[in-house]
């Protein structure tokens, strides 16, 4: 059900990657809301594109992200990235991915629309961190854990229940990337051209 991979990319890959989203976190990190609690917490970059075409907009902007190539699904046509950093106190209650339906009038059915899969990447973990641990619910409801390390890649079906337990000592942030990847049907597809171009947004 999960898979995790240490030293997914190369150092100096991993580096052009963390160097990139702090660029783009210059003009777009913001506080992100938790639906689940209510309340503001992390900070965040969301970006949502269509693949193709809206994510080589977006990589050719920011060539410095092109080693993502490696992680994309060949089934994916549109793609929805989160660039986020906790700190000490913050924590992720436990929830699917399903940000698509938020984002406009898709042809959802009596179904949430969910991911294909879902993928983090660890860009940095502090060697200080305590806390912060990923955790999901397997197919008998029991709950497992894995304790992030720097440059380590996870991917899990979009179904899967997951979150982070809360960060109880971290002396820098820690930071990842979100990959949710999703296959629309054409009917679906049509309604969601608009992110031909890339929707870059804060929080």
């Known amino acids: 059900m999960i898979e995790v991979t240490p030293n997914y990319f190369s150092d100096q890959d991993l580096r052009i990657v963390e160097e990139t989203i702090e660029e783009i976190g210059k003009e777009y990190y913001g506080p992100e809301h938790n639906p689940v609690t209510g309340k503001y917490n992390l900070t965040a970059c969301n970006v949502t594109l269509t693949v193709p075409e809206g994510y080589n907009k ?71 961190m305590e806390g912060g641990r990923f955790f999901w619910n397997d197919d008998d409801d029991n709950t497992n854990y894995l304790t992030p390390e720097t440059n380590m890649f996870v991917r899990f079906p979009g179904e899967v229940w997951h979150g982070v337990t809360s960060i109880t000592k971290c002396s820098s942030n820690r930071r990842f990337i979100v990959c949710e990847q999703y296959k629309l049907s054409k009917r679906n597809l049509r309604k969601v051209q608009e992110y031909n171009i890339p929707k870059i947004e804060k929080g």
């Open 58 to 128: 977006f990589i050719s902007q920011y060539q410095g992200l092109s080693p993502l190539n490696n992680i994309l699904c060949s089934e994916c046509n549109i793609l929805h990235l989160i660039f986020v950093k906790m700190k000490t106190g913050e924590e992720i209650a436990i929830h699917q991915d399903e940000t698509l339906n938020d984002l406009g009038p898709l042809v959802t059915g009596p179904l949430d629309i969910i991911p294909l899969h879902s993928s983090l990447l660890y860009v940095k973990i502090p060697d200080d």
